[in-house]
C-alpha cells in the first residue's frame, strides 16, 4: 500500500511552459484534493474530486485545470507557468464524503515547483 | 466564516521539556478540528483529531490536545519535547460547507534544542 504518490519531486519551467503533476492513491478513496504550500500561509486549496468525473474549484483555482477520470489519479496541469506559482503542492485523499466515516486526509510527500 | 490562528510562528523549547503550540479557531458550529505535523521536506502526517467526541484527544508521538468551546482554542500538548519532534505543525479546521474542506493554519515551527 504505497498511499499518496506525486510525481515528478522537483520540477523547474519557464514562465509561459505547461506541465501536469502527478497524483495517485491506491486505498480507494473517493475524494481528493490539491494544495499549494507557501511560506507563512499554511496551505491553500486549489481544486479537489469528490469522485470520478467530479471536480471543483477550490480557493485559489486559477491558472490550474483538474480532471478526474479514475479514482486512483487526480492530475493537476498547469496551462502557462507563471512565478507567482512557484510553490510546493501537495495531494492528499480522504475515504469519506461530508460528515460520514474516517475524514483523515492523507497527504503526499509533495512536489517542489520553481517558475523561472 | 470559519477561521484557524496559529498564535506563535515559532516556538524553541529544550529538550525534555514540555511542548505547548496553541491555536485558536472561528467558527459557528461546533468544527472538526485537527493538527498535522510537517517533517522537513516532507508530507503532512496526522497528528491528532477532534470530531465532537471527547473533548482531550491523545495523537501519536505522545502529543494531545484539548478542545475547548468556551476560549474557542485547540491547543496541542506534549509533556517532554524530544528532538524528533522539530517540525512544522499545522492547526486545521474543517469547513461547514463540506467537512472535507479543510483551512489551515500558517503554521508553527517547533525548535527543540539539546
Known amino acids: 500500500n504505497a498511499g499518496v504518490t506525486q510525481t515528478p519531486k522537483f520540477q523547474v519551467l519557464k514562465t509561459g511552459q505547461s506541465m501536469t503533476l502527478q497524483c495517485a492513491q491506491d486505498m480507494n478513496h473517493e475524494y481528493m484534493s490539491w494544495y499549494r504550500q507557501d511560506p507563512g500561509m499554511g496551505l491553500r486549496l486549489i481544486h479537489y474530486?469528490?469522485?470520478?468525473?467530479?471536480?471543483d474549484q477550490g480557493e485559489v483555482p486559477n491558472g490550474y485545470n483538474v480532471s478526474r477520470s479514475t479514482t486512483e489519479d487526480f492530475p493537476l496541469r498547469l496551462l502557462s507557468a507563471a512565478p507567482s506559482q512557484t510553490s510546493v503542492y501537495f495531494c492528499?485523499?480522504?475515504?469519506?464524503?461530508?460528515?460520514?466515516?474516517?475524514?483523515?486526509?492523507?497527504f503526499g510527500p509533495g512536489t517542489r515547483l520553481l517558475v523561472l | 466564516a470559519q477561521s484557524v490562528t496559529q498564535l506563535d510562528s515559532h516556538v524553541s523549547v529544550s529538550e525534555g521539556t514540555p511542548v505547548l503550540l496553541r491555536c485558536n479557531y472561528s467558527s459557528s458550529y461546533s468544527p472538526s478540528l485537527f493538527w498535522y505535523v510537517q517533517h522537513p521536506n516532507k508530507g503532512l502526517q496526522l497528528l491528532l483529531k477532534y470530531t465532537s467526541a471527547a473533548t482531550l484527544v491523545k495523537g501519536i508521538n505522545g502529543f494531545e490536545a484539548e478542545f475547548k468551546k468556551s476560549e474557542t482554542s485547540f491547543h496541542l500538548t506534549k509533556p517532554s519535547a524530544h528532538m524528533s519532534d522539530a517540525a512544522e505543525y499545522f492547526c486545521v479546521v474543517s469547513r461547514m460547507d463540506s467537512s472535507y474542506k479543510l483551512i489551515f493554519g500558517s503554521g508553527t515551527r517547533l525548535l527543540v534544542r539539546p
Open positions: 474530486s469528490v469522485g470520478a468525473g467530479i471536480t
Open positions: 492528499a485523499s480522504s475515504y469519506s464524503l461530508a460528515g460520514v466515516g474516517d475524514m483523515t486526509q492523507y
